[in-house]
């Protein structure tokens, strides 16, 4: 696609039930990023995918999130037990893999747990 | 452990002054610096960049200064106008397992007063 597609662009969710949130990044793109923004608050890295390598998990907050990256395209973020704390945008990113470049960002997915 | 600082918050100008956007950074392996610009609603854009050899970066009204001896760089807008008002965020990155690693800022929301 033309950029990085994130899907759904909102979710209101109960708390306590999972929620799947997708990732269509820029075909070509290696390098996959997962970022949120909670209210009044900056970028909060959660995760990195880089081509075949291990992820960088080192971002995520707890246990209950997770994520894959199938055929190193479309990835997916879980949430398990959503708690009212996990509400704020998610936001992800792609780019290519080459140093010195730029990150091009979907338009976030917008969680709000009740 | 917060690597890449914006300390202030918020920032309000007056239409057709300088805006000026502050960020510091602790990790001595960042190489590339960006910032980005975010609309409410919308993803994170890229706006400008600069590499660890140069110090100044000039692109139309906006310019990135980067004093690596103090590990600081700003932005600075010329003239601004009202449609800079948005969030700014400055992210750094380094090579990590010898791939690229993005680190974010918590970002400072200008707004330029027409």
């Known amino acids: 696609g033309a950029g990085v597609s994130q899907s759904p662009s909102n979710k209101v969710t109960e708390k306590g039930k999972d929620v799947e949130l997708r990732c269509d990044p820029i075909s070509g793109h290696t390098a996959l990023y997962w970022y949120r923004q909670s209210l009044g608050q900056g970028l909060e890295f959660l995760i990195y995918f880089q081509g075949n390598s291990a992820p960088d998990k080192s971002g995520l907050p707890s246990d209950r999130f997770s994520a894959e990256r199938t055929g190193g395209s479309v990835s997916t973020l879980t949430i398990q037990r959503t708690q009212q704390e996990d509400s704020a945008v998610y936001l992800c990113?792609?780019?290519?893999?080459?140093?010195?470049?730029?990150?091009?960002f979907g338009q976030g997915t917008r969680l709000t747990v009740v | 452990d917060q690597q890449v600082k914006q300390n202030s918050p918020s920032l309000s100008v007056q239409e057709g002054r300088i805006s000026i956007l502050n960020c510091d950074y602790t990790n001595s392996m960042f190489d590339y610096f960006l910032w980005y610009k975010k609309y409410p609603a919308e993803g994170p854009t890229f706006l400008i960049s600069i590499s660890s050899i140069k110090d100044k970066n000039e692109d139309g009204r906006f310019t990135v200064f980067l004093n690596k001896s103090a590990k600081h760089l700003s932005l600075h807008i010329v003239p601004s106008q009202p449609g800079d008002s948005a969030v700014y965020f400055c992210?750094?990155?380094?090579?990590?397992?010898?791939?690229?690693?993005?680190?974010f800022g918590t970002g400072t929301k200008l707004q330029v007063i027409p």
């Open positions: 990113a792609s780019s290519q893999e080459l140093v010195n470049t730029e990150a091009f």
């Open positions: 992210a750094a990155s380094e090579i990590s397992g010898g791939y690229q690693k993005v680190t």
